[in-house]
């Protein structure tokens, strides 16, 4: 099983930095998840005879890299929950984009509907959830034609930077859904993010370096 990088635990939640390529949670494909990975920590680490209880609540698509939480009880899960519904619970990504985004700065808004293929589109306001996003344009590669840029997440939406960057002509580079399938990584990584201690209630902050690897070294930084 892949080492498990963890940033912080306590009794009620556990930091890890995901790796690109790894399940969030089981599927029917039963390759190994970080939710898998994380219950063998604590069950080898705290020596659990039992199955160890860790809620998952949230998710990164199993291409992306980055920061999720995880509960190490169902009071801690119930409250983190609650803080992401009420979008208390701050998540900030970086990407590359095909193409020059010209704005500096900007916010997107649409409504986003799952279709039965696991693929998501915009739709109608009486149709789809509403997904808001803002981005800020952090470099531009006029040589390469693409865009760096960091994105602080509103909503939570299945694949709702990947869809509303596609939308408007920037695909995500590497995004084999919704870009060019070209067989790269895509360039999204959760970087931040900020929240309330389930428990203490104290400000909880972590972040990770800026992503070292094909798109992301195409700008320094």
Same mark, same amino acid.
Do not use: T, Y
């Given at each position: 099983m892949n080492r498990l990088e963890v940033l912080y635990e306590d009794n009620h939640i556990l930091v890890? *930095?995901?790796p690109c390529n790894i399940l969030s949670q089981e599927d029917c494909t039963g390759d190994t998840s970080i939710l898998t990975m994380v219950k063998y920590y604590v069950k080898e680490k705290y020596n659990k005879p039992n199955n160890v209880y860790i809620g998952l609540v949230h998710r990164l698509d199993r291409p992306v890299s980055g920061l999720m939480v995880f509960a190490r009880t169902s009071k801690a899960a119930a409250r983190l929950s609650a803080m +992401? &519904? *009420?979008q208390e619970f701050k998540k900030n990504y970086i990407a590359?984009? @095909? /193409? +020059?985004?010209?704005e500096e700065s900007g916010k997107f808004i649409d409504y986003l509907k799952k279709s039965g293929d696991g693929n998501s589109y915009v739709t109608t306001s009486a149709l789809g959830k509403k997904a808001v996003l803002r981005y800020s344009v952090l470099d531009r590669n006029f040589d390469k034609q693409e865009t760096l840029v960091l +994105?602080? =997440?509103e909503t939570g939406r299945h694949h709702q930077i990947r869809v &509303?960057?596609?939308s408007r002509g920037y695909p =995500? @580079? /590497?995004? &084999?859904r919704y870009g060019k399938k070209d067989f790269t990584q895509i360039a999204l990584c959760s970087y931040k993010i900020s929240f309330l201690?389930?428990?203490r209630r104290e400000k909880m902050f972590f972040q990770v370096a800026y992503p070292k690897r094909e798109y992301f070294d195409d700008f320094t930084y």
């Open positions: 890890v *930095n995901k +992401i &519904q *009420n590359v984009v @095909c /193409g +020059i985004m010209e +994105i602080e =997440l &509303q960057f596609a =995500l @580079c /590497g995004d &084999q201690h389930p428990v």
